[in-house]
């Protein structure tokens, strides 16, 4: 009762948002897994009413690996962006209290493109949550203050009961969170070194494209409109559970519309003159790791400038599924 009763006070409101900010930056900095492209994350604010605001350099990994034909720069690349989405407005829904959840939907529409050296700042909320489900939102901005992108992500935040009492007692006992989120530090890093995994900077990897490595399938439909293409879902591409991240998804969804629209797919300017303008990324089921994937886009007319593209496991199963929006 004297935990339960400390712990509806404003202070230990924002004591578990500090908290949860604390823990996220720590995370970013010893996983291997996609969220280390958020190591150098400068998370400015995060209050107890879901507000969370943060900076980052547009800079390594974070870029796509091919120069702009237009403007001679590496770009931000859109799965990077999408991490932003998925990982901060995330951060804004535990700030509140809440637990950590699975993603249902992931979107993002930029405006502007995010030049190498440019440091981006953003602000992400939680909009509204319910016992099971979530909506937050996210606006990224450059240094001038103008608006370059938007994001939004529609979470499920129900959980096991064993697991919904464990955060109860995170919740109430701030000795109770401190231990579980050193622990599960710990059995991180217990598994980084017990397999050897390697960041991507030790694996020599300058972006994301070329860690998802995206090649042409040998099937192809006989669909004119149709492209289908393959990757290798490996753990930089992973999230904590071992399954394709969200974020990772989407940018491999991004990287197989590029090819598609590349007229010559071995070709470094053809591929840099496609942008991604928009995207909404549906989660049907987690994407399997250590696994080649198969990924169809199709573009909706001759005409038209919208793709739907889909990840499927080997069995032919769909994990995700994605509505892009992009031009040459």
Request: glycine share 6%; charged share 20%; hydrophobic share 45%.
């Given at each position: 009762q004297i935990f339960k009763r400390w712990s509806d006070?404003?202070?230990a409101a924002q004591a578990r948002a500090t908290r949860a900010a604390q823990y996220f930056k720590r995370f970013f900095?010893?996983?291997?897994?996609?969220?280390?492209?958020?190591?150098d994350i400068e998370i400015t604010n995060c209050t107890a009413a879901g507000v969370v605001d943060f900076s980052i350099v547009a800079e390594g990994p974070l870029?796509?690996?091919h120069r702009s034909r237009r403007t001679g720069k590496r770009h931000m690349h859109e799965g990077a962006?999408?991490?932003?989405?998925?990982?901060?407005?995330?951060l804004a829904s535990q700030a509140t209290g809440r637990a950590g959840g699975m993603s249902v939907e992931l979107s993002l529409s930029i405006l502007k493109e995010v030049a190498e050296g440019e440091t981006l700042r953003g602000q992400?909320?939680?909009?509204?949550?319910?016992?099971t489900m979530g909506f937050m939102k996210i606006e990224l901005?450059?240094?001038?203050?103008?608006?370059?992108?938007?994001?939004?992500?529609?979470?499920?935040?129900?959980?096991?009961?064993?697991?919904?009492?464990l955060h109860a007692c995170m919740y109430h006992s701030p000795w109770i969170a401190d231990k579980v989120?050193?622990?599960?530090?710990?059995?991180?890093?217990?598994?980084?070194?017990?397999?050897?995994?390697?960041?991507?900077?030790?694996?020599?990897?300058?972006s994301i494209d070329q860690a998802i490595a995206m090649k042409k399938s040998r099937e192809q439909s006989d669909d004119p409109l149709t492209g289908n293409y393959e990757c290798f879902v490996y753990y930089p591409l992973d999230n904590t559970l071992v399954k394709g991240h969200g974020a990772s998804s989407a940018g491999i969804l991004a990287e197989a519309v590029r090819h598609y629209l590349a007229t010559d797919r071995t070709n470094e300017e053809a591929l840099s003159?496609?942008?991604?303008?928009?995207?909404?990324?549906?989660?049907?089921?987690?994407?399997?790791?250590?696994?080649l994937v198969k990924v169809s886009v199709r573009k909706l007319s001759e005409s038209s400038d919208i793709f739907i593209a889909e990840i499927r496991d080997q069995q032919g199963k769909i994990c995700v599924r994605g509505r892009l929006r992009a031009t040459v």
């Open positions: 006070t404003a202070e900095q010893k996983t291997v897994t996609f969220d280390q492209l958020l190591a870029l796509r690996q962006l999408m991490l932003l989405v998925d990982d901060m407005t995330g992400a909320s939680l909009l509204r949550a319910g016992s901005r450059d240094d001038a203050g103008e608006l370059v992108a938007i994001g939004s992500q529609l979470k499920h935040l129900g959980a096991p009961f064993a697991m919904r009492i989120h050193d622990k599960h530090l710990g059995m991180l890093q217990h598994y980084i070194s017990k397999y050897s995994l390697k960041s991507f900077k030790e694996l020599g990897m300058v003159a496609v942008e991604v303008k928009d995207m909404t990324v549906n989660y049907l089921t987690p994407v399997p790791d250590m696994h």
